[in-house]
């Protein structure tokens, strides 16, 4: 199936084609998409500039209602957008429903903040008065990776709608199936126009960021890539927000009992096959519980079924594609070289095509010092360095040697212990014997990255705040 374009609620193709494969099985063409260029995101800019006046004179409730109506709709698509993603990404079907029953969550949760947040602020004094109103930027562009594009453009596209703006959308590439659909769900809920999406390749981000009427860029991505987004997007002076790569440290206290949270720190490593921002991607034990705790962990990794998501008995699916795993696959070769211990475990299913599958068994890395390139930088598949330490107070400068702070947890059996803690990972965000947000607080809390790990923030009205500016109003008493 040929996945089209859409511009003001109009499919349309392009001559260039590429085939979307999937990771399990790369002789299984899952669909194809026709690749955009400059002139289809300048002529989806014009249809927006036509569409979004009226969509920001409207009502904050008539906004609200149109994305509710979307929420509504949206848990009876789960099945089609599931079976979409597992074909396209390689991920386990576990994984990619809870990605949509997610985003339904998360689009309720920013329509029941986004009245109190876009309101706007009266300033009174006895010579003199001012209104200070929230308004949209006008059009947004947004960029969306593939590991978690339906979660990740929830983020973007839902914020920026409510807040008065249009959106074009360009999706990955490997991944554009599934986000495809949720955007065509969303433009029948909403006036024709305000959402556009252009499936493309470099050319296409390049334009949308260096486009003179995009007012500001919403981007997820590797740090590199993101670098490049905000120099080009700079000419232009447009506002910028990204998330960007993480190296999440877990940092065991000394004499914790991981018993019982090996399960909840090893599949936070290998979910996805680690392929998202904020898996655990590194381990720090104290030395005297180190044997116990790689014990635990090869037990867990031993446990587990490498094959496709299709086959119920896989606990572990493929990384995206044949460059991935070729990627991965050096990278083991050279910690191997390097001296350090790193052993491949798990089964194979008897439904794993192994010729044609991007797969990657999960790997332990062991015996391996703090300053390895394995520890320093973000592997973004299922390789895991446990790094053993002596000291609790130096293993917090180990910790935060890198560029990134995206997030971070802290084991251990004292919760006082780990609170008084928790600023020392510098990330931003920090969990307490989870690698994970908890609780139906979870959506309340801001999403993003410190240092290299992005800038600004999603979730909730942290992340409505990234789609207004402000404008102030003043006259005399």
């Known amino acids: 199936m040929k996945q089209p374009h859409w511009i003001a609620n109009q499919a349309q193709f392009s001559e260039t084609e590429f085939q979307v494969c999937n990771p399990a099985d790369t002789r299984d063409v899952v669909g194809i998409i026709t690749l955009g260029d400059a002139a289809l995101v300048d002529q989806a800019v014009q249809s927006a500039k036509r569409a979004q006046p009226a969509w920001a004179a409207a009502s904050l409730e008539t906004r609200i209602a149109a994305l509710l109506t979307f929420a509504d709709h949206l848990p009876a698509e ?7 993603l597992m074909r396209e990404q390689g991920m386990l079907r576990s994984v990619v429903s809870r990605e949509v029953q997610e985003a339904v969550k998360q689009v309720r949760e920013l329509c029941r903040v986004a009245p109190a947040e876009l309101e706007s602020l ?64 969303v433009m029948r809920c909403v006036p024709a126009g305000l959402i556009h999406l252009i499936h493309g390749t470099e050319a296409v981000g390049q334009a949308l960021v260096t486009h003179p009427e995009i007012r500001k860029i919403a981007f997820t991505g590797s740090t590199a ?23 999440d440290a877990a940092v065991v206290l000394p004499g914790t009992d991981m018993t019982p949270h090996v399960d ?9 096959s680690g392929q998202f921002c904020y898996a655990t991607k590194r381990i720090y034990v104290h030395r005297a519980d180190a044997d116990q705790l790689i014990s635990q962990l090869k037990t867990w990794m031993a446990a587990q079924w490498v094959g496709p998501p299709s086959d119920p008995q896989a606990t572990i699916g493929p990384v995206i594609d044949r460059a991935q795993q ?13 001296g350090v211990t790193i052993e491949a475990y798990g089964h194979w299913c008897d439904s794993a095509e192994q010729e044609y599958g991007c797969y990657v068994r999960p790997h332990l890395a062991t015996d391996i010092p703090g300053d390895h ?5 973000e592997q973004f598949g299922p390789l895991l360095p446990v790094v053993v330490y002596d000291d609790l107070e130096r293993v917090f400068d180990e910790v935060n040697r890198t560029e990134y702070g995206l997030s971070g947890s802290l084991w251990g059996d004292d919760l006082s212990t780990l609170q008084r803690l928790a600023t020392r990972i510098e990330a931003a965000r920090v969990f307490l014997n989870s690698p994970r947000p908890l609780g139906s607080i979870s959506d309340q809390m801001p999403a993003g990255g410190l240092k290299q790990s992005g800038l600004g923030w999603e979730k909730s009205v942290y992340g409505i705040r990234e789609y207004y500016q402000y404008q102030s109003i003043n006259w005399c008493a």
Request: proline share 7%; hydrophobic share 50%; aromatic share 4%.
């Open 373 to 377: 390139p394995l520890v320093l930088e």
């Open 326 to 338: 070729a990627r991965l696959t050096q990278l083991i070769e050279d910690t191997k070289a390097s």
């Open 264 to 272: 909840a720190l090893a599949t936070s490593a290998f979910r996805r």
């Open 78 to 84: 789960t099945e089609t957008l599931t079976a979409l």
């Open 122 to 185: 009266t300033l009174e004094a006895s010579d003199g008065q001012a209104r200070v109103v929230k308004i949209p930027y006008g059009i947004v562009g947004a960029i969306v990776p593939w590991n978690a594009p339906i979660s990740l453009a929830t983020a973007k596209l839902i914020p920026a709608l409510l807040a008065g703006n249009a959106m074009i959308m360009k999706p990955a590439p490997r991944a554009p199936l599934g986000i495809s659909r949720f955007i065509e769900l």
């Open 225 to 247: 890539v993101g670098r490049a987004v905000m120099r080009a997007a700079s000419d232009t002076l447009k506002s910028v927000q990204c998330e960007l790569g993480g190296n």
